[in-house]
Structures are given as structure tokens and as C-alpha cells.
């Protein structure tokens, strides 16, 4: 109600709407599926990138070195999850396969619930959700997100963990062949590597490349190609063309499916 946008949102639904929490939330719902199915605002596919796949500006032999190792399957496999090709039918890459996977990134001692050592956010398994909490092969595993504006971010992951985009690229590259950079070191001078998932869940943990290897080993990403990767990922930002991408051009991946039109 503070909020500057608060006058707007009565003259919408009412002068009342925000006595009533249940319809408040309703309307909230409403107007932020509107906002999200209107594409230029929402996701005007505006980028550097979507431009270089239109073929209206290239990368930089930086950006286009950390593309090849963002794409390759024995570097950074990351395209493997965050999708960055044009689809057969043309449409711009979302960055996300929609998919959840288990990637044990450290615990955020940030978090308030976090201070209770019982506490554990397992993603899809609980304890938010509640439908899949008995299905233990879904414990700790979280939805691969997109990764368009990904540099805008201040905090990565599911629990905001790590605050700088180059870590975060680092962080797949290190999380077994050098853990003691990652996670904290208990008493008796052992690595508590995933730290945020109980002990009973750590078989659900991804191993696929970046994450095939352990302790010692060569890390899949040198150092340059974590800052190349990181050099890519700031040309998936909006705003570089002026002008949208036309819809058509994404219309191919039907993520815009729309159920209400509320206020057309
Ligand atoms: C096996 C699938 C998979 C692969 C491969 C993968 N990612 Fe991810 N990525 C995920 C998932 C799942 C998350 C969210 C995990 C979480 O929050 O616990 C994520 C989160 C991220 C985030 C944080 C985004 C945010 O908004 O918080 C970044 C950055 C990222 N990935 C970059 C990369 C890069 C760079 C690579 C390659 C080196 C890569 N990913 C490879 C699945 C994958």
C-alpha cells in the first residue's frame, strides 16, 4: 500500500481492494499475468545476444569465446540446462529448460530459518511444498532458471548464496575439485561439502560435466574461460536494441499462453 503504483491499483479495483487481503491477492494475480503476457514490456528479447541470433550485431571474440565454452558439453555444458539456441521453429532461446536438478550450493547462514540447523530448504520435496515431500528423489532439486537479465541480479541461486556473477560461474567450475572454497570447514578439519542438503539426499546431487570430477582434478573452466562465460552472460541484458524483437520471432515457444484477460 505504500507503494507508488498503490493509487493506480484502486482506481483499478476499487477503493477498498486492499481491505480485503484474499481479493487484494487476487487482483495482484491478475495484473501481474497482464504485465507478464505483454511481451515488450515483460520480455522484449531486446538483448545483445538476440540481436547477434538476428544477425544485427556480433559478440566480441571474448563474448564468443565464452559462448563456445557455455555451449560446449565437456566445458561448460551449461546450454545442456539454460538453453541458448534458436529453436527449430526460430523462436529466441529462453535460457531455462524448464527442468529441476540438485546443485548443492552452500548454505546462506543470511537467512533467518537457516539459524535452526534442522532446517533444510529442499526445493521441490518441501518444506513449502507439500505435494511431492514424500518422493525423495526430488530432494534439493530447484528449477532451472533463465538466465536473460542474469547480470542484473544481485543475488544467484535459490537462496542468494552468492552475490557476484563470476562466483557464480565459478561455482560450477569448483564445487568438487576445490569444495574447501566453497563450503565451510568443520571442526575436526573435514569439508562439509553440501552443506545445505542432509547427508540422506546428497545421491540426488548433478554430476553431469562441469560437475564430473572431484577433488584435486583439473577443474572444467580455466580461469579465462569463467571470465569469458561471465563476459557472454552480461550480453543476455535488455535494452541493447532500441527496439523489441518482433513477437513473432518468440511466438514459437507458446510460453505466452494466455488464460485471463482481465482488464482488456
Ligand atoms: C544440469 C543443469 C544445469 C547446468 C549444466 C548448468 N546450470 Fe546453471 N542453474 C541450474 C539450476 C537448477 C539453477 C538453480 C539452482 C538453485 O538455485 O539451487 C541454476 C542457476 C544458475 C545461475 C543463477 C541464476 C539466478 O538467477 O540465480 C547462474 C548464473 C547459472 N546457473 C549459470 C550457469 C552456467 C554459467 C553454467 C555452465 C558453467 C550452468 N549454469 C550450467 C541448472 C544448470
Redesign the pocket.
Known sequence: MAAKYAGDFRKLYGKKIFADPAAAFAAIDEVLEIYQENPPEFAPFSSKYDAVLLGRARLTEQEQRGLA??NDPT????A???TSRLSARGALPLFTDF???????PRNKAIPANADPSYFDL?LCGPERRDLAKRKQYCG???????RN?AL?P??????V?TN?RD??AF??ERDVKPSGWYPTGADGTVRQYDDLPAEYRANV?R????DRGPGDAP??TEQEITD?TAF?KTLTDGFSKTPSPVAVTGGEDHLVSTRRGLQ
Open positions: 565454452a557455455f566445458r561448460g555444458n551449461c545442456r540446462c539454460h527442468g529441476f536438478v540438485a546443485l548443492a550450493v526445493g532439486l530447484f528449477k532451472t532458471p533463465s538466465l542474469v541480479r543475488v544467484f541461486f535459490h537462496n542468494g552468492i556473477l557464480a560461474v560450477y567450475a548433478n553431469e560435466p562441469p560437475f572444467a573452466l562465460i552472460l
